[in-house]
Every structure is written in C-alpha cells, then in structure tokens.
C-alpha cells in the first residue's frame, strides 16, 4: 500500500508538472510576440527561479552530502549535464513557439520524447524490444507526421520548416533531461540536483542571451508573465518533475507529463482561437495511444 501511494505520488509530479509547463507554453508565446527574444525567456525562465530553489537547497539539505565538494564527479557531470540539456530543451522549445505557435511545437516536443526514451532504452540494452513497443512506435510516427504536416501540401510556408526542427530539437533535448533524472543516484536529493542543474541552465543561458542580445519585458503584465515562467513553470514544475521521475520508470515519466501539450492545445483553443486541424487531431489520439501503451509497459515493468 505504501509502494502504491507512492507511487501514485510520484506520477501527480509529473503529471502537475506537465500541467504548469502547458500553461506556460501560451505565456510564452504571448511574451515573444511582445517583443522578448526567445533567448532572453528562457534566461529569465531559469534566473529568476533561482533564489527560490537556492532556499530550499540551504534549508533542506543540511547534509555534508549536500555540498559540492562532497559529490562525485559522476554526480556533479549528471546535474550539469541535466541543467545544460534544460536550458537548450527550453531554448529551442521557444524557438520553435516563435515560429509556429504555442500548441504545435508544444506537442511535438513532448510527445516525441517518450518515443526517443524508449528507443534509447532499447539500443542501450535497458529494455528488450517488444510487440507492444514496436506498436506503440508505429502509432507515434504516424502520429507525429499528422501533426506536424503543414496545411495543404507539403510546400512549408516561411518559417514552418525552422519550427519543426526546433522542436524535435527541444524533444531530444528534453528525452535527455528524462534519462538524466532517472539516473540519478538516490544519495543526492531532488532538491541539490534541481539547485545545480538550474544554475548550470543558468549560466548556459546567460552566455547565449548575451551574445544574441538580451530584450526586456515591455510592461507590468510582461514582467507577470516573466514572472510566472521563472518561479512557477520551472522552479517548482521541474522540482515536482524531478521528484516524480526518480520514482518512475523513465518512459513513464516522461509518459506522465502528456498532459501539456493537451493543456497547451485547450487554452489555445479557448482563450486566442488558435485550432488544430482535424488529422492534426488524429495525430494527437495516436501519439495519445502510443504513449498509453508506453505506460502499461512502464506500470507492468515497475509492478516486476
């Protein structure tokens, strides 16, 4: 019953994450049209959640363990190396929403990412290859190609064919940030890799947005929703992600945060008009069925 409850809470982090990080997606959108530069968003999206997390860290982690010194190199090149593929997941990420809008790239990069975990489960002998993930990865493929066709025909109009590519992008960069967090050693805690990994993000951030040139908000409902990308979508989302995905399986954690780009996609829809065509649609139920066969792989390997 304790394993249970667990784990039941370990999947509400990763699936509240999600939620925060689909709302976030359209604040994003909203802020580049305003004016931000996508690398001056995701630099503030990393920096201003840093005191909060910094204050947990030296509150909660007491320990000797806790210190720098006192990590092991693989510890220290796993935090780094999860805060640097953050800040490049989320950079493309915004690329891509600059170019296409909030919901496509939103979808593509989340949806895809299970697909690349699993594929990198097998070819690294985590896991066999079995029936039900050569179904699932059928069903993600041609879901995927539904999603990211362009209307019409296939002759992109400007901008469409540097939007998928930055997010797929941003879907290898965020399959590389699920497997890091799953192989994190347990001696070091969610709080200490999420501090060190946002401050790698951090800095990542700053020497890119330096050399693009850094925007600044326009106006008091700017500095919100800047506001709201730094502190509540990354600080405490990737805190209840990188919780949850310790006690997962990697596909599904990665599996339990589908739910933004739904999120994503319904206040598009309802607050700024912004449809999914109707294969589009299609799509989106076949990734939606690859990824719940993913899941029950995921539940059937945890329950074994």
């Given amino acids: 019953m304790k394993a249970m409850n667990g784990t039941a809470l370990a999947w509400g982090g ?20 305003g004016g931000l530069s996508p690398w001056s968003l995701a630099l503030a999206r990393f920096a201003l959640g840093l005191p909060l997390l910094w204050w947990w860290h030296l509150r909660a982690d007491s320990d000797s363990s806790a210190r720098w010194r006192d990590l092991s190199p693989r ?29 496509l790239p939103t979808v593509i990069s989340i949806c895809c990412a299970p697909v690349l975990v699993a594929l990198v489960s097998v070819l ?12 699932a990865l059928t069903l993600a493929l041609v879901g995927v ?54 401050t790698a993000a951090a800095v990542c951030m700053a020497v890119i947005a330096g050399v693009q040139g850094i925007t600044w908000p326009a106006d008091g409902a700017a500095w919100l929703g800047v506001g709201y990308t730094g502190v509540i979508s990354t600080s405490v989302a990737y805190l209840a992600f990188a919780w949850g995905a310790r ?11 589908l739910v933004e780009p739904l999120v994503a996609a319904l206040l598009a829809w309802l607050l700024w008009a912004e449809p999914m065509l109707p294969r589009q649609w299609l799509g989106a139920l076949l990734l939606g069925l690859a990824m719940a066969l993913l899941a029950r792989r995921a539940r059937t390997s945890i329950a074994t």
């Fill in 145 to 198: 190609a539904l999603v990211v066709a362009p209307a019409g025909n296939w002759q992109l109009a400007p901008g469409h064919a540097a939007g998928l590519a930055w997010s797929f992008a941003s879907a290898a960069l965020y399959a590389a940030v699920v497997l890091c967090n799953a192989r994190m050693p347990a001696s070091v805690s969610t709080v200490t890799a999420s501090t060190w990994g946002m």
């Fill in 124 to 135: 690294r002998g985590y896991e066999p290859l079995s029936r039900r993930m050569v179904v």
């Fill in 14 to 33: 990763v699936v509240s994450a999600g939620v925060l990080w689909g709302g976030a997606a359209l604040v994003a959108q909203r802020l580049i049209e």
């Fill in 247 to 257: 006690r997962l399986s990697p596909t599904a954690a990665v599996v339990g945060t």
């Fill in 75 to 103: 510890q220290r090149a796993l935090m780094l190396g999860t805060g640097l593929a953050m800040a490049l997941n989320v950079s493309c990420w915004f690329q891509g929403i600059a170019h296409l809008g909030a919901a």
